[in-house]
């Protein structure tokens, strides 16, 4: 299995672009969630999908994030428009049914918003 | 301007020595307990978990202790080698309108000198 695979790694933006983080998740594991890593908070969980259904959406910051997960293989989180502020490293992870299960991290993606 | 980013607590010890992570947890409704450890570059692993009906389990090189009483985890690693130089989280599971969210600490930055 290949793991969570995201993209882009790195991405680079001036503010006010319209930023998309791509998630592919491992094939079978039904939950999925965004984390934001920075210095300052550490990892924060945005939003968790269970079988492709928004769960939790607290994490989120603010309107201008948004999270999609159209099918089982594939989810996006989009920053519209994006600042400063938002510049950190996203990851993606999945991870199987059950209370008691770990988690599997992509390789994020470090983003700059200039 | 200067952005100014919490620094880590940090771990160093020489190579060959065991190295103990401690992390305490803030939910006492918490009932699984992981270990994750995140080289640079990278996004976080898996290490080690742990029930809440447990207070010991080992691994290879590693043990997890959990204290239910002062809600203290540590992760003790043996025989430290370079290769364990990275950053690590403990994550505590607590359940959530009827899912379970893991929730991650600040992290503990472990320095391996040869």
């Known amino acids: 299995d290949a793991g969570v695979i995201q993209s882009p790694r790195h991405e680079v933006t001036e503010m006010g672009q319209e930023v998309t983080l791509r998630c592919k998740p491992i094939s079978g594991h039904d939950y999925l969630f965004w984390y934001r890593q920075t210095m300052m908070r550490g990892l924060e969980l945005l939003i968790y999908?269970?079988?492709?259904?928004?769960?939790?959406d607290s994490g989120m910051p603010e309107d201008r994030f948004s999270a999609k997960m159209p099918n089982a293989s594939f989810s996006t989180l989009k920053i519209q428009p994006s600042e400063p502020r938002d510049s950190a490293v996203y990851f993606c992870?999945?991870?199987?049914?059950?209370?008691?299960?770990?988690?599997?991290f992509g390789s994020g993606t470090q983003l700059s918003v200039l | 301007g200067e952005s100014v980013g919490l620094h880590l607590p940090t771990l160093s010890v020489q190579e060959g020595d065991n190295s103990i992570i401690n992390c305490a947890y803030s939910?006492?409704?918490?009932?699984?307990f992981i270990w994750y450890k995140q080289e640079s570059g990278k996004g976080p692993q898996f290490i080690i978990d742990i029930r809440s009906n447990m207070d010991k389990r080992q691994g290879q090189r590693v043990t997890v202790l959990l204290n239910k009483t002062v809600k203290h985890l540590s992760l003790q690693i043996a025989a430290t080698q370079p290769g364990d130089s990275a950053v690590y989280f403990c994550?505590?599971?607590?359940?959530?309108?009827?899912?379970?969210?893991?929730?991650f600490g600040r992290g503990t930055s472990l320095i391996v000198h040869p």
């Open positions: 939910n006492s409704a918490s009932d699984y």
């Open positions: 999908f269970n079988n492709n259904v928004p769960i939790d």
């Open positions: 994550a505590e599971n607590y359940a959530s309108g009827g899912s379970y969210i893991p929730t």
């Open positions: 992870a999945s991870s199987s049914t059950g209370r008691e299960e770990k988690l599997f």
